[in-house]
C-alpha cells in the first residue's frame, strides 16, 4: 500500500511547488469572444487557433512535458453546419501549417476521440503529423476531436469485451486492462485541467483520467488566455497539496 501510494505520486510529478508535468485544457469561450466583438463566431475559432500556438510554443519552458487539448466534443456536432464546416477546416489548416514548426520543436502530436466520422482528409493529415512527429519528446501534445469520454469509456468497454472474447485476456478486466483500451492507453492522467471562459463544468472530458486531477476554473475567454495567464496557474498549482485518499 505504501510503494502504491509512492508510485501514483511519483508518477503525478506534483504540488511541492512542482509545475504539473500534464496539463489538459478545456478550450472554452471562443464563441462569446467574438460575439462580444459583434464578429461572426469562427472568427473566435480562428483566433483561438493561434492561442494554441502560443500555448504549445510555453509549455516545454514551464516545465509541462504533455499538454491536452479539447478541440471539439462529441456533442459539438449540434451546432451549425456551417461553424461544424469551418472548425473542421482551421484542423485541417493548423495541421498543414504547424506541422514543419512543430516538428522542429520537438513536439509530438497524437489526437484522442472517435476519428471514423471526421473527413477522409482531415484523419489523413491526422495520421501522417502523428507518424511524422512519433520520435519527438520535448512536448506531448494530445488534440481531442470528436472526443466524448463516456464515448471513449464506451469504445474502450467494447474492446475490452472483444478481447476477452478472443481469449487474448482472461477476465475480470482491472483498471489497467481498461486503461489500455482507452484513447489515451499509454499516457500519464492530468495532473492539472484548466477550463477558461467561467463555466465551472467538464463538459464529457477525460472523465476516467482526471479522476484525481486537481481543476481551475478561469474567467479569460480562451482567444485571451496568454502564457502568463498559464504560468500564474501553475504557480497557484504548485502550492496545492495532493493526497490521493491519503492523509
Ligand atoms: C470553445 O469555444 C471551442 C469549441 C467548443 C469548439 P465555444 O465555441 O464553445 O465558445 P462559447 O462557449 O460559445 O463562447
Ligand atoms: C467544451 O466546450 C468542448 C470544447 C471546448 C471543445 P462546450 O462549449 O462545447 O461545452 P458546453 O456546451 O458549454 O458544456
Ligand atoms: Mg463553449
Known sequence: MVAETAKIDAASGAGGGQPPRHVAIIMDGNGRWATERGWPRLVGHRRGAERVKQIVRAC????VNWLTIYAFSTENWKRSSEEVLGLMKIFR???QREADGLSAEGVRMRFIGARERLDPKLQSLMAGIEA???GNTRLNLTVAINYGGRDELLRASNRLAEKIALGHL????TE???QDCLDTAGHPDPDLVIRTSGETRTSNFLPWQAAYAEYEFSQTLWPD???DHLAEILDRFGLRKRRFGGV
Do not use: N, S, V
Open 176 to 178: 489497467a486492462d481498461l
Open 93 to 95: 489548416r493548423y495541421i
Open 132 to 134: 511524422r512527429t512519433a
Open 225 to 227: 488566455f496568454t502564457p
Open 60 to 63: 516545454p519552458d514551464i516545465g
Open 170 to 173: 482472461t477476465g475480470p478486466a
